[in-house]
Nanobody, 127 residues
Framework: VQLQAFGGGLVQAGGSLRLSCAPS????????MGWFRQAPGKERLFVAAISWNRGRPYYSDSVKDRFIISGENAKNTVYLQMNSLKSEETAVYYC?????????????????????WGQGTEVTVFS
């Protein structure tokens, strides 16, 4: 399974961007999908996730109230609407999907809870 993330680019601080992620090959069934980001020289961190089975989104504290995650379960497509972007949010954004087998063990902020990853899309926020 391969995921493709796109929609990154340059944006001024305070602006908005919408990222998209979809499978590039065969479709599959997933328990959840999420977004992580990795700033230059830093570790990859959880941003947001959506659980199809639990029917709810999850956000890191730093993006809550500014970012919105949504998606289409049947298409295994996930979106991330990012508003009021800050310069410190410059990073490569990765989408990921958790296989159905994750089930009740799925823990949204843990990279280990995701089985498939996209190649990342770069977001640069300038002030």
């Amino acid at each position: 399974v391969q995921l493709q993330a796109f929609g990154g680019g340059l944006v001024q601080a305070g602006g908005s961007l919408r990222l998209s992620c979809a499978p590039s090959g065969r479709t599959f069934s997933s328990h959840a999908m999420g977004w992580f980001r990795q700033a230059p020289g830093k570790e990859r961190l959880f941003v947001a996730a959506i659980s199809w089975n639990r029917g709810r989104p999850y956000y890191s504290d730093s993006v809550k109230d500014r970012f919105i995650i949504s998606g289409e379960n049947a298409k295994n497509t996930v979106y991330l609407q990012m508003n009021s972007l800050k310069s410190e949010e410059t990073a490569v954004y990765y989408c990921a999907a958790a296989a159905l087998s994750q089930g009740s063990t799925w823990y949204h902020p843990s990279e280990a809870s995701y089985d498939y990853w996209g190649q990342g899309t770069e977001v640069t926020v300038f002030s």
